[in-house]
């Protein structure tokens, strides 16, 4: 089943001082991480920037596709369900779609296609232990709901609102973002690289 990605990358970033989107990983920033590797699962990708969005389309150029938008959000200070109705009028409107954080470069292309072939049609989170984290699954049917909500709002409540399936796993990725600097250096201390 073809399926499709919001990635969020908008907010202000304010517990990292505004760098974590582009603190390095490997090579690249770590938001080009984050969406190469949905573009990798073969995704249509809605990138949704805010911030310093020159900066992030910057990081972004060489991954150019037709599989690839970048959408940018006026008033992203106003959270992340603002961006989030932002991303879904991009969405081609009978797919099933992720949606997804700009800050999370442990989550690769296996990591979407395990909820995919988990996925039945109903809203679906992937849950690591007992904590529910990245990228979320939904119909699209969610897709007009998401549309016609009130600014502002969260996304959190949204799903809360609805029944919710879970995959459970012992995937740490779908839990582990980088909101500040010390967890991003706890993070490439556990994977072995440097800063």
Not at 7 to 15: H, N, Q, T, V
Not at 18 to 30: A, R
Not at 43 to 69: H, I, Q
Not at 107 to 127: D, T
Request: charged content about 15%; proline content about 8%.
């Amino acid at each position: 089943m073809s399926m499709q990605n919001i990635l969020l990358a908008a907010g202000l970033a304010s517990r990292s001082g505004g760098e974590k989107l582009f603190y390095p990983y490997g090579e690249y920033p770590l938001i080009h991480r984050s969406v190469l590797s949905s573009l990798e699962a073969g995704l249509f990708t809605v990138v949704v920037t805010g911030y310093r969005g020159d900066e992030v389309a910057a990081a972004l150029a060489d991954l150019s596709c037709p599989n690839l938008s970048l959408v940018h959000n006026e008033h992203y200070d106003k959270g992340q369900g603002g961006s989030t109705q932002v991303g879904v009028l991009h969405l081609r409107p009978h797919l099933p779609f992720f949606i997804s954080l700009g800050d999370m470069p442990l989550i690769e292309a296996r990591h979407y296609r395990a909820l995919s072939a988990a996925y039945s049609g109903a809203p679906l989170r992937p849950r690591y232990g007992s904590k529910a984290g990245h990228p979320v699954l939904l119909p699209p049917s969610f897709i007009p709901i998401i549309k016609t909500q009130v600014l502002p709002f969260t996304m959190r409540e949204l799903l809360a609102s609805h029944p919710m399936a879970y995959l459970d796993t012992m995937e740490e990725a779908y839990v582990q973002d980088v909101d500040t600097a010390s967890a991003y250096h706890h993070l490439l201390t556990e994977r072995g690289q440097r800063p």
